[in-house]
Nanobody, 124 residues
Framework: QVQLLESGGGLVQAGGSLRLSCAAS????????MGWFRQTPGKEREFVAA????????VYADSVKGRFTISRDNAKNTVYLQMNSLSPEDTAAYYCAADQWASLATLRRQYNYWGQGTQVTVSS
């Protein structure tokens, strides 16, 4: 089992950047594929990015491709989401998730463990 805790959210102006972190506790972080999702009130939680357990492969939603970068540091049990060129449409609660099958999963149901989320608000 793994516990996840996100941090790094906040208020930023359009065009700005933020880096989210997700610290994992528990066993064998390096065996999990990791992902980031986001959700706004009244909408489904949507996929943002995923990374394999080694960090060697990544996948992104089209809406963030070229602006967001997912990475991980297995020595620190942490996964990151670097977000650049932010727009008000990126405003959401951001969640990290762990996939015990370590695949580049893009569906919410493929993830086994979730953090509590961190709010990102982008002002225009």
């Amino acid at each position: 089992q793994v516990q996840l805790l996100e941090s790094g959210g906040g208020l930023v102006q359009a065009g700005g950047s933020l880096r989210l972190s997700c610290a994992a506790s528990g066993r064998a972080f390096s065996t999990y594929g990791m992902g980031w999702f986001r959700q706004t009130p009244g909408k489904e939680r949507e996929f943002v990015a995923a990374i394999t357990r080694s960090g060697g492969s990544t996948v992104y939603a089209d809406s963030v491709k070229g602006r967001f970068t997912i990475s991980r540091d297995n020595a620190k049990n942490t996964v990151y989401l670097q977000m650049n060129s932010l727009s008000p449409e990126d405003t959401a609660a951001y969640y990290c998730a762990a996939d015990q099958w370590a695949s580049l999963a893009t569906l919410r149901r493929q993830y086994n463990y979730w953090g509590q989320g961190t709010q990102v608000t982008v002002s225009s």
